[in-house]
């Protein structure tokens, strides 16, 4: 079988980069046949274009800006995965979380895939079963908070964080986005089918990579749910995936702490579920690599499907 063509369209970013170290693992070796362009080129959107065009499948791994610039010059012929926030919630885009229900197939017949932001990896990996499963309404008062290694902030942040003299506020944790904005809430809403954006506070701490997302439920209204139910309705939803993992109710470490960087390294995701002594609260939590299941290798699976491979090659 002839390899394919894959190019990266902004390879020397973060997640481009990352894209192109996995796919020159001998793992890809018979598969792929990595496309490049020169210095010159990668400035000239008609440049982009042309190789884009050549190829079978093109990462788009650029600013929201770049990718809507190219996209009208790119041949309806060429698979597109995308992994900034510009097609996220458009109607002509596939979403790229293969784990929800009846995305897998929808990801495998497309041309045109978003890879999901990280954080809305987190929050939509627990609210989109909540929603569909009847567990909460869409209307639901969802809020969430999650945490990050330095690396979500790309190559500016990592040099900030890695040089020899920084300011002392980057040894502890930062929030930021407290007016209550960002740029995985319109994905968040949609593709979880809520009624409205969550409250969402997000963090970034003094470490490279990993990340956990908690969402709160409060289980007053939510008819005939338990936490016991809820945790066996997760549980069966995501039976079977090898990226994704359900613990059973409560079941946390020894030292019954989650740290936020345990899943660095990693492609997949850990769902921990709690709930307090009378069963009133609960607590969703996901925890994985914002550079890993929440960007490159999401990225990767979906191409894997897109291309007909097998879906975890070269994966962890």
Not at 97 to 102: A, D, I, K, R, V
Not at 180 to 185: A, F, R
Request: glycine share 10%; hydrophobic share 40%.
């Amino acid at each position: 079988m002839p390899k394919k063509k894959v190019f990266i369209d902004g390879s020397s970013g973060t997640t481009g980069l990352r894209i192109a170290d996995r796919l020159s693992t001998p793992a890809f070796a018979d598969k792929i046949e990595l496309l490049t362009i020169s210095a010159e080129g990668r400035k000239d959107v008609h440049e982009r274009a042309k190789v884009i065009n050549s190829a079978d499948l093109a990462f788009l791994c650029l600013p929201d800006a770049a990718s809507v610039e190219v996209m009208p010059l790119v041949d309806k012929a060429v698979k597109i995965l995308d992994t900034s926030t510009a097609f996220r919630t458009a109607p002509d885009w596939t979403y790229g979380f293969p784990e929800l229900h009846g995305q897998r197939e929808k990801i495998k017949a497309g041309s045109r895939i978003a890879v999901p932001g990280c954080y809305a990896s987190g929050f939509i990996s627990l609210a989109r079963p909540a929603v569909e499963l009847g567990i909460t309404p869409a209307d639901y008062p969802y809020s969430c908070c999650g945490v990050s290694g330095y690396s979500g902030g790309g190559k500016k942040m990592i040099a900030e964080y890695e040089a020899a003299l920084r300011p002392a506020g980057l040894d502890a944790p930062r929030s930021y986005a407290l007016t209550l904005g960002h740029k995985h809430l319109p994905e968040m809403k949609a593709v979880s089918g809520l009624a409205a954006a969550p409250a969402f506070c997000p963090l970034v701490d003094n470490y490279y990579s990993g990340m956990q997302v908690i969402v709160p439920l409060a289980l007053a209204g939510l008819s005939g749910w338990t936490p016991e139910k809820i945790a066996a309705a997760y549980a069966a939803y995501y039976q079977g995936e090898s990226q994704i993992t359900v613990h059973a109710l409560n079941e946390l470490p020894a030292d019954g702490r989650l740290c936020s960087n345990a899943m660095a390294g990693t492609d997949r995701m850990e769902l921990y579920l709690t709930a307090n002594a009378d069963g009133s609260q609960m607590l969703l939590i996901s925890l994985f690599d914002n550079l890993g299941k929440g960007s490159s290798g999401a990225a990767i699976q979906c191409m894997n499907l897109l291309l007909g491979f097998a879906e975890t090659l070269g994966l962890e």
